[in-house]
């Protein structure tokens, strides 16, 4: 699977944009804008665009996988997703079965896109994924269907009680690979906190898939909660 490692905006056109000041706006090119968002014939004749249509900008090739929201004032946000780009043969299912995300989060983060629908999916489209995440805990790495092995970081944001974050690794038949493991985000809750820790492996894998499991435990009854499960490979 290809995921874009570099940051991208994710921009509303705006009556007046052209595709030339909206790349020289945000220092890309016409051209990385017309592939991550496919504006080609059928979708629209090149560089013409509509107010409304949102667009993925990329801005960058630095490793970071980050995604900014421009909001109507000119602010950037943080956007808990990623990039991944269409593949022969892929289906929003099959990229929904792989990466364990539901198909309607991926449709709602990629409505008014030009060059997305439902039903065709466009070999090179840029497509946006949410993060991995429940209520108060968004894992960051691995993304969803990355491979993983001995040894591998874990990173992510959270909001839970003294910052403790849990995570353990198991595979399709329930195998613990990675035993319960605790990290401390820098901050505790309520506010959120950004953690990060490697998970060594306490046997190997029986099957070629998992999950890493990332959650909290109740301070009253000790059972888990805010649990994420991001699928994964073993490489």
Request: charged share 20%; no cysteine.
């Amino acid at each position: 699977m290809t995921f874009i490692r570099d940051t991208h905006l994710l921009y509303t056109v705006q009556p007046g944009d052209t595709l030339f000041s909206i790349a020289n706006r945000f220092g890309s090119t016409m051209e990385r804008i017309e592939q991550a968002n496919f504006l080609y014939p059928p979708v629209t004749d090149r560089y013409l665009i509509y107010p409304g249509w949102k667009l993925l900008v990329p801005v960058g090739v630095d490793q970071t996988d980050k995604v900014y929201y421009v909001t109507p004032d000119g602010q950037s946000l943080w956007l808990p997703a990623f990039v991944y780009e269409i593949e022969r043969g892929d289906t929003l299912y099959s990229i929904s079965q792989k990466m364990n995300i539901a198909i309607e989060s991926i449709l709602y983060l990629n409505q008014a896109r030009p060059g997305f629908s439902r039903d065709v999916l466009f070999i090179g489209f840029t497509l946006l994924i949410p993060l991995a995440a429940s209520r108060n805990i968004i894992v960051t790495s691995p993304l969803p269907s990355e491979s993983i092995r001995h040894g591998e970081r874990v990173e992510g944001f959270a909001r839970v009680f003294e910052g403790n974050v849990l995570i353990e690794v198991q595979d399709d038949q329930g195998v613990i690979v990675s035993h319960e493991r605790f990290t401390t985000a820098v901050d505790g809750g309520p506010n959120v906190g950004y953690f990060s820790t490697s998970i060594p492996f306490d046997q190997q894998p029986t099957t070629k898939g998992g999950f890493v499991r990332v959650y909290s435990r109740s301070a009253e009854d000790g059972s888990i909660i805010d649990l994420v499960q991001v699928r994964v490979q073993f490489d």
